[in-house]
């Protein structure tokens, strides 16, 4: 930024520095409505089975979680004071669906005996990446480990939850038409 300021005449500084925070901005509310609309999606709507949410709903519930998302989002930014640098946290926030969907995507593409229940307790069991958060790590008595030991845990805990209850419940086959 420094450089720019004196590379720079003051009205194109202010151009690029408004493209920039336009920039900024873009990427966020893509976010925020990302998000949002997965969990319409993928998490709310499932949950009423038999029945089929209407648009209006859809939309009304993807509000809903921006406004949730937002709220959260600057409690997080205004009163929490973590101790981890903030990279570790955004690792392991990644961590946490990067571990399940791994096990799931490798699995389901490599390995015949696969199965949703297996795939379904290995994303849960990428919630196992939290242990890697300073605070969490500190209060269960796990400060020996650092963030990169509980990814590697959290990607073998997934990867055998994976294959364990692909084995206890097998897939079953659909029968076709």
């Known amino acids: 930024p420094l450089y720019i300021k004196s590379l720079l005449p003051i009205g194109l500084l202010g151009l690029i520095t408004a493209a920039m925070l336009a920039a900024f901005m873009s990427t966020h509310d893509s976010y925020l409505l990302c998000w949002s609309s997965v969990i319409t999606q993928d998490i709310i709507a499932p949950l009423y089975k038999g029945k089929t949410?209407?648009?209006a709903t859809r939309i009304t519930l993807t509000r809903w979680g921006i406004f949730?998302?937002?709220i959260y989002i600057l409690y997080w930014g205004l009163f929490y004071?973590?101790?981890d640098d903030?990279?570790?946290?955004?690792a392991i926030s990644g961590a946490i669906y990067f571990t399940g969907a791994f096990a799931v995507l490798v699995g389901g593409l490599y390995w015949k005996k696969a199965s949703s229940t297996g795939a379904f307790v290995a994303l849960i069991a990428g919630c196992s990446a939290l242990l890697g958060l300073e605070p969490i790590r500190q209060a269960l008595g796990l400060s020996q480990f650092t963030g990169a030991h509980i990814g590697l845990f959290s990607i073998g805990l997934t990867c055998s939850?994976?294959?364990l209850f692909s084995l206890l419940?097998?897939?079953q086959k659909e029968a076709s038409l």
């Not at 903030?86 to 955004?90: E, G, K, L």
């Open 169 to 171: 419940f097998p897939q």
């Open 161 to 163: 939850m994976l294959v």
């Open 81 to 83: 004071e973590g101790t």
């Open 86 to 90: 903030i990279w570790d946290y955004m």
């Open 53 to 55: 949410l209407s648009d």
């Open 68 to 70: 949730l998302i937002g």
